[in-house]
């Protein structure tokens, strides 16, 4: 079975962008979120718990998007 693609838009970055806010000044909180696939994010900028898709190759970057 062939993996799902990002959507447009979607990054590889460990700092996804708020979903509401748009800012990239986002933090890891929890990386499970409510499904096994989503992680839990915080946003410093509007101070909103966001939830952001975890794609596999994501996780092979550290809390600073750098590659592990």
Not at 18 to 41: H, V
Request: charged fraction near 20%; aromatic fraction near 8%.
């Amino acid at each position: 079975m062939s993996q799902p693609q990002k959507p447009n838009g979607a990054s590889d970055s460990a700092r996804p962008s708020c979903a509401y806010c748009g800012s990239t000044d986002t933090e890891l909180i929890s990386l499970f979120g409510q499904t096994l696939m989503g992680s839990q994010y915080y946003c410093k900028t509007c101070h909103t718990v966001f939830e952001a898709v975890r794609w596999t190759d994501s996780l092979d970057h550290d809390e600073n998007g750098e590659p592990r």
